[in-house]
């Protein structure tokens, strides 16, 4: 947002420059202008710009120039930005705190948390490595989070009715969901499974299902790699497990290609 205000003003500064200098240009012949008393005829065109462009910005701020109105137009004009730059300073200023105290406050409640989170940790015994682990992760998740708007942040969401707050959630994971041949054959009837949507993060080395448990859901990957180990599977002892078909860790960033299989997708035929 502070950005885009930038983006404005210097757009808005470049329009009075402009306006400016065709005012200067307009005058009558032996009528002076701001142009023939600074002698501007001897300058470049890049001079001149330059010059209405400072001109422009000591309307919006509080400084001064050797360039002033020399004719009853050029009066005008400027009497008329600088009511127009009062307005648009005062407001600039007042969004530019707005925004820098939303970000400290943002800022801050992370910050809060995090501290927290190591506090609680640390009080109740959790091992070094866990705590490492825990606060990698945490890092990982709460950067991606706020690179998106979350919907839990949205207050407006909850006015939404039933059938819109399922259309936007369709809306939200269609693409994820087209990837399935059946989703993408199914199209817009893959609405009437909004309501069994959901997002959910794991991190490097949990598990995403495991042999033996019902499965109750189908995954969807949108971001990182699975590694599907069929077959036994070396614990943290170093013991191997009997297990076939054991397991899935899940890697928070996408660090390598996992040759496809076929697979069973038994579960599409479970209650929705």
């Not at 497990?241 to 960033?253: E, I, N």
Request: charged share 20%; with cysteine; glycine share 4%.
């Amino acid at each position: 947002g502070i950005v885009k205000i930038i983006i404005c003003l210097i757009v808005a500064n470049h329009l009075v420059a402009c306006g400016w200098n065709a005012v200067g240009n307009s005058v009558e012949q032996g009528e002076p202008s701001w142009l023939q008393a600074n002698h501007m005829d001897r300058r470049s065109l890049s001079f001149q710009y330059t010059t209405a462009l400072h001109w422009s910005l000591t309307q919006f701020t509080p400084a001064s120039m050797e360039v002033f109105p020399q004719n009853t137009q050029e009066r005008i004009y400027s009497v008329m930005v600088l009511i127009f730059a009062m307005v648009c300073f005062s407001s600039f200023v007042s969004v530019l705190t707005a925004s820098m105290m939303e970000l400290r406050k943002i800022q801050n409640d992370g910050s809060r948390q995090f501290w927290l989170l190591r506090r609680y940790m640390r009080d109740w015994g959790v091992s070094k490595r866990t705590r490492l682990r825990i606060q990698r992760y945490c890092e990982y998740a709460y950067k991606r989070q706020k690179q998106r708007v979350q919907e839990q942040d949205v207050m407006l969401l909850c006015l939404l009715s039933d059938p819109l707050r399922e259309e936007v959630k369709y809306e939200t994971f269609a693409t994820h969901l087209f990837v399935h041949p059946l989703f993408l054959a199914c199209d817009d009837r893959t609405r009437i499974f909004s309501s069994s949507i959901s997002a959910a993060s794991l991190a490097r080395d949990d598990l995403a299902f495991s042999c033996g448990v019902q499965a109750r859901s189908m995954i969807v990957l949108s971001n990182g790699a699975l590694e599907y180990i069929i077959g036994a599977m070396e614990d943290d002892s170093g013991d191997r497990g009997a297990t076939p078909g054991r397991v899935a860790d899940c890697d928070a960033s996408p660090l390598q290609e996992q040759t496809p299989t076929a697979h069973s997708e038994m579960v599409l035929e479970g209650h929705w």
